[in-house]
C-alpha cells in the first residue's frame, strides 16, 4: 500500500525526472542561430553548426538512461522486487551484514548492467560520431572492471561497516558512521593521487622547457609550493582537454591532459594553471570537501531518523525491517533534499570560478591570456554558448563560458 512515505519517494522520482526532461527542452530552445558576439574566431559556421548538432545528440540520448533507470526502480518497487530479494538472501542464512552487503551490493550491481549499453553508446556513437571517442573496446571494458572492483575493495567493507554500527550503535550510529565515512573520504585525498588515478592514465612529468619554466616561475611567483606538475594521457580515452588540481600535502598534483598542452600557448596555460592554483590559494577546495562531509553527516543524521519508522518498510512492500533495507528507501527519500542541496552547491561551484578566473587574472596580469584558452576549450568540445539560465542552474558546476570570458575581458580593460 503506498503510504505517505510512499508518496513521497513517487513524486520525488517523477518530479526529478520530469525537471529534468524541461529543463533540457529549455536548453534546446534557448539555441541561436549564430555565435555569441566575440566568439566567431574559435567558432565558425561549421564548427558553430557541429556544437548544436552535439548539443541536440546529447539531449536526445540523456532522457533514455534517466529513463530506463526509473522504469527499472519502479517495477522492482510495485512487482515486489525489494522483498523477493530480501527474502531469497534471508533464506541463505547469513549474517544481518553479510546479507546486506548482497541486498544493496546485488541492487548496484544490476543497475550497473543495466546502464553499461548507454555508457557504450555513449562513448562509441555519439562521442565517435563528433570525433571525441579515443577509447577501444579494451580500455572501455578494462575501466569498468576497475570502477567494479575500486567499488568492492573500498565501498564493500565500507557498507559492512556502516550496517554493524547501525545494528549495534544505538542512537549515535549516525555520529559513528559520519566519523568513519569522515575520516575514509579524507584518507582518499591522499590514496586517490598516489594509486587510484594512476590505475586509469599515465602521469607523465611535465618535460623540461618554456612551459614548464614559466609554470614554475609562476607558482613561485605566487608562493604556491608546486613540486609536481604533470601531462595526463587524457588521448588514450577522448580528444577533449582538461586540467585538474588534486591532492593534500606532499600529493598535491596539478595535471594537464596532453590535448591541452598540445592545443595552447605558454601564456594560456599559465592562466590555466593560475585558475587552478586560484581554486587552492583561496580555499575553495577544502571548504568544498567541508561542505560535501557536512552533507553527508545530514544524510546519515535522517538515515538514523527514518531508519525505525514501520511505515517506511511498508511502503515498499518489506515485511521484515531491517537496516539495509531501510537504508535503500531512505535514500529515495532523500531524492529532493539531494537535490536542494545539490544545487547550492552548484551555484556556490560557479561562484569559485569566477574567483579563480580573478585570482589567475590578477596575479598573472594577462586575463586575456585565460579568456582565450577558455574560448578554445569550449571550441574544442563542442560546448553548448548559449544555454538556458534554468539548465545552467540546475545541472552546470562553472558559469556558461560566455560570461567567464566577458569578466576576464572586462578586467583586462580596466586600468590595473
Not at 565558425?44 to 540520448?61: G, L, V, W
Not at 532522457?63 to 512487482?79: E, S, Y
Not at 577544502?286 to 553527508?296: E, G, K, T
Amino acid at each position: 500500500m503506498l503510504n505517505v512515505y510512499g508518496m513521497i519517494a513517487l513524486a520525488a522520482l517523477l518530479g526529478e525526472f520530469m525537471l529534468g526532461v524541461w529543463v533540457d527542452l529549455l536548453n534546446l530552445r534557448a539555441m541561436r542561430p549564430d555565435p555569441p558576439p566575440g566568439f566567431e574566431d574559435v567558432y565558425d559556421s561549421e564548427r558553430y553548426r557541429r556544437s548544436q548538432e552535439y548539443t541536440r545528440a546529447r539531449a536526445a540520448f540523456a532522457i533514455w538512461p534517466r529513463a530506463v533507470g526509473l522504469a527499472l526502480v519502479l517495477v522492482v518497487w510495485f512487482a515486489g522486487g525489494f522483498e523477493a530479494l530480501d527474502r531469497a538472501l534471508r533464506a541463505l542464512e547469513m549474517s544481518p551484514t553479510l546479507t546486506g552487503v548482497f541486498f544493496i551490493g546485488t541492487l548496484v550491481a544490476g543497475r550497473a548492467v543495466m546502464m553499461l549499453p548507454f555508457r557504450y553508446y555513449s562513448t562509441f556513437v555519439i562521442e565517435e560520431r563528433f570525433n571525441f571517442n579515443k577509447s577501444t573496446l579494451g580500455t572501455f571494458f578494462s575501466d569498468q572492471l576497475k570502477f567494479l572492483l575500486l567499488g568492492s575493495l573500498i565501498g564493500g567493507p565500507l557498507l559492512a561497516l556502516v550496517l554493524v554500527l547501525f545494528e549495534r550503535g544505538g542512537s549515535l550510529a549516525w555520529l559513528y558512521c559520519f566519523a568513519a565515512i569522515a575520516s575514509l573520504t579524507l584518507l582518499l585525498q591522499f590514496v586517490a593521487p598516489a594509486f587510484i588515478m594512476p590505475m586509469f592514465n599515465r602521469f607523465s612529468p611535465l618535460d623540461e622547457g618554456a612551459l614548464r619554466d614559466s609554470i614554475f616561475g609562476y607558482a613561485k611567483s605566487v608562493g604556491f609550493p608546486l613540486s609536481k606538475l604533470f601531462v595526463i594521457d587524457g588521448s588514450r580515452r577522448s580528444n577533449k582537454a582538461n586540467a585538474f588540481f588534486t591532492g593534500f600535502g606532499r600529493q598535491k598534483r596539478i595535471a594537464l591532459f596532453d590535448t591541452l598542452v598540445e592545443r595552447h600557448s605558454v601564456e594560456e596555460l599559465v592562466g590555466v594553471v593560475a585558475h587552478e592554483i586560484g581554486h587552492y590559494k583561496m580555499k575553495h577546495i577544502a571548504r568544498s570537501m567541508v561542505l560535501s562531509i557536512a552533507q553527508m553527516g545530514l544524510m546519515l543524521w535522517l538515515l538514523g531518523f527514518f531508519l525505525g519508522s514501520q511505515p517506511l518498510y511498508s511502503a515498499f512492500g518489506i515485511s521484515e525491517p531491517s537496516v539495509y533495507t531501510g537504508l535503500v528507501f531512505c535514500s529515495l527519500l532523500y531524492t529532493p533534499v539531494d537535490l536542494l542541496l545539490s544545487l547550492f552547491m552548484s551555484a556556490r561551484s560557479r561562484k569559485h570560478e569566477y574567483e579563480a578566473d580573478r585570482y589567475a587574472a590578477q596575479t598573472t596580469g594577462k586575463p586575456e591570456a585565460l579568456a582565450a584558452a577558455l574560448k578554445k576549450l569550449a571550441a574544442d568540445s563542442l560546448s553548448n554558448l548559449t544555454p538556458h539560465p534554468a539548465y545552467v542552474f540546475l545541472h552546470h558546476s562553472h558559469p556558461p563560458v560566455t560570461e567567464r570570458v566577458a569578466a576576464l575581458l572586462s578586467m583586462a580593460r580596466s586600468p590595473q
